[in-house]
Each structure stands twice: as structure tokens, then as C-alpha cells.
């Protein structure tokens, strides 16, 4: 039978769910409006005031908040609360720039933890499990969230933070940790080191998995369950919006159901910033409805996916994203082809290789070229050069066909590319980026 955290909220009728979005909203724009400045010019500007938002439906009248807006207002310029009620904050790698920092009151923890609480619920957790918290701990919100989470779950939580995996699955055993929570690249290290260290899935204690934080493809998400006898399943946030729990999966894993009481999702047309009608692929746009130290309204995530209302076999009724296909600024532009790492995944996997590779773009004589080195199994390791030179060629057919370019398939030997521990670094783009305006 389902289990629910917060079965009133989660399972609530359409019409319900729209009425206390509506009033949220209001209230939101009000306390936004009401207390930072920089939304207040925003809205000036734009001629909107808060007694203009009657409810969702008004929504679009307000302008986008993007990551400039927060990068240029860091680090104080968006709060909305006094210091003395803020406890805690979290920020981004800034590995696109400057680091975007987010501020949390006591109520604002309260309600992320609640939204991961329902994730762990969804994904089997009860107060008789194990949680072995493996995404780092820190600035990053991947160990705090999963930890608050677990603890309000009632979970025996092993904060292990990310890293030296052979203590981890030690301790994995030793406790007999039945959930794992880490982003799903170190997920696949950890199944390549069980397997190293002579262990089998039977050898744990393991039942599910609750992976995010990085895009990954339903092939991972197979191997993933292989190697640690589990069932996997996604859970999506940001930073700026608090951390994982945004969205989460629930038995049916087709998507995530977004805590759309808390985050109200639109897809947008990331050119013209159009909202599209429901099942449309577009850029994700949130507004948070309850936030108070840190609130963003139609906050720019730009992750690519699509929304779905459709009823879902779990008894929940909170509408559903599909996994995000990656973000605008991750995809790459090569010879004029729209490409996406996760698409590369998708064939090695499906063609029987491992998930470490490494794509490597560059730009020669005015010509985009696409290299990815791709890590053989053992089993796949020929000492004869024509048979490396074949297995090469036919993987670089299955990635034009999926493609549509031509790549340069490297088969490297097996360890050669580093395993990650938290978000994998997959692409190298050594272009002077001129043509992605995203990540400028
Ligand atoms: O990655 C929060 C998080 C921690 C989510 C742990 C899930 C689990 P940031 O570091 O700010 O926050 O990165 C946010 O990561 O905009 C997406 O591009 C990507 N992302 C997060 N979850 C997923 C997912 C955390 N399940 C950015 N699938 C987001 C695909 C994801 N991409």
C-alpha cells in the first residue's frame, strides 16, 4: 500500500490544491514586494503591483527573476527577513560564475525538510530504515537536505558525506543501511566498488535509492539498480530554491511529483518567455509560495523539461515533472546540432558500456570536432588493435544515428577516467564560447 508523509497536501483535489495556491501567491508577492527592494524596482518597473496578483492565474504578469538578478543582488540584495531570523545558509559551486548564496529562516528548513521527508516516504523510507546520507555535506545542499529529511522521517541516519567508498559500503554493511542518497554518478561508483571489493548486492542490505543533483538517463538508472539490488529513485532541486525535494518520484517512477504547494512550477519558451500549455518541452520556471528568508518569484532554472498532470497510479495528485533533459547551458551547440551529454549516455549504455566517458569539444579550422573517450569493461578489452579499431567504428554509427554528427569514439582502458564523488564533470568545451548565450 502507498505511504504518504503529507497524504492531505499530496493527494489533495485539483481544485483545492489551486485555491491554496492562490492564496499563497498573494501573500508571497506581498511579503516580496513589502520587503526587498530589488523586487520591488523589478515590479515598478514593470508596473505590476502586489494588489494586481489575485492568484495564479495573475502569475504572468510578473516579471522573471534569473541568475544574473541573483548574482548581481549577492549577497544580501534578495533577503526578505532581518538576519537576526535567518539560521542557516547554503550556496552553488559557482562554477558558472559568481556562487549564488540562499538564506533559510527556521520555518524555511522546516518546510524543505518536510518536502524531502515526503521523497524518502514515496521512496519506501519509514521510521524502521536505515539512510546513509552520501551526498557531500557543506555549502552544497545535497547532505543537509537529505539529512533533515531523514531525520524528520525518523530514519537512523549515517551522515557519511561523500567519499572514500570502500568506508562507505564497510559502513553499509556494518549498519545495514537500507536506503542510499547520492547523486547517481557516485551511485555507479559505489556499485563498481561492491563488485570490486568481491560483494554482491545480496551481500547489503540495500532496498532503494534516492539519486539527484545531475541529469541521468533511464539506461543509468537500470545499471544503477543492477549493481546494488535496489530500486532507484529521482529527486530534483536547487539551491536557490532550498535544495533537493523541489520534486521527487514516487513508485510509478515516470517523472517527479512537484511540491507544487510549496514551488509552483511553469514551462516557458526559453527565447520569448512564453508559457506553454502542459506538455510542452521548455524551460522550468518556479515561484516559490511559502519562502521566507530567500523567496524567488518566476525564478529561470534553466533545466529543459516538460510538465504532466496526468493521473498518476500512486494516489498523488501533485503535478509531475519529467526528468530534466539537462539545462540550456548544458547543451551543446556542435556544427549547428543541438546536443545533449545525457543522449551520449543513452548509447553507451545501451550498447553495453559503462557510464564513464568524457566528451570533449573543441574547435579546429573553424570546424566544431566532438571527441568522447569512452572506458572499456574488462570483458570488452581486446589486445588486438583491428578488433578495438571495430568496436570503436560501431559505437560512432549508434552515436551519428543518435546524434546526428559524426563524433571520434576513443575506447580507453578500464579505471581510466575519474570516478566522481559528487556531480560528474562529463564535458570539457575548450571553444571560446561565443554561440550559447546561455552561458555567458
Ligand atoms: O543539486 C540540489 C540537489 C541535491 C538535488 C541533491 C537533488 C539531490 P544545485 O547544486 O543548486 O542543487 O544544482 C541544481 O542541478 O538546476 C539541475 O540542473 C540539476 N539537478 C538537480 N537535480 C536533478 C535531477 C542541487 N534529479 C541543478 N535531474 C538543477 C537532473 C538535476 N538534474
Redesign the pocket.
Known sequence: MERYWNQEIECMSREDMKKLQDERLVAQVKHVYDNVKYYRDLMDEKGVKPEDIKGIDDLCKLPFLSKADLREAYPYGLLAKPLSECVRIHS??GTTGKR?VAFYTQNDVDMWEDCVARAITAAGGTNEDVCQVA?GYGL???GA??HGGSHKVGCLTLPMSSGNTERQIGFMQDLGATILCC?PSYAAYIGETVQEMGLTPDDLKLKAG???????TEEMRRSIEKSLGIKAY???????SS???VAFECCEQSG?HINEDNFYPEIINPDTGEVLPEGEVGELVFTSLTKEAFPLLRYR???LCVLSRKKCSCGRTLIKMA??M??SD?MMIIRGVNVFPSQIETVLIEQGYSPNYLIEVDRKNNTDTLDISVEMNPDQFSDKVKDMQEQEKSLAIAMKTMLGINPKVHLVSPKSIARSEG?AVRVIDRRKLIDNPAKK
Open positions: 552553488t559551486s549564488v551526498y552544497f545542499t545535497g537536505g537529505l547523486t534516492i539519486f539527484g543533483a545531475e541529469p541521468w529521482d529527486i530534483y532541486g536547487l539551491t536557490e535544495g533537493p525535494g517527479m532554472t534553466r533545466d526528468k530534466p539537462g539545462r548544458d556531480k
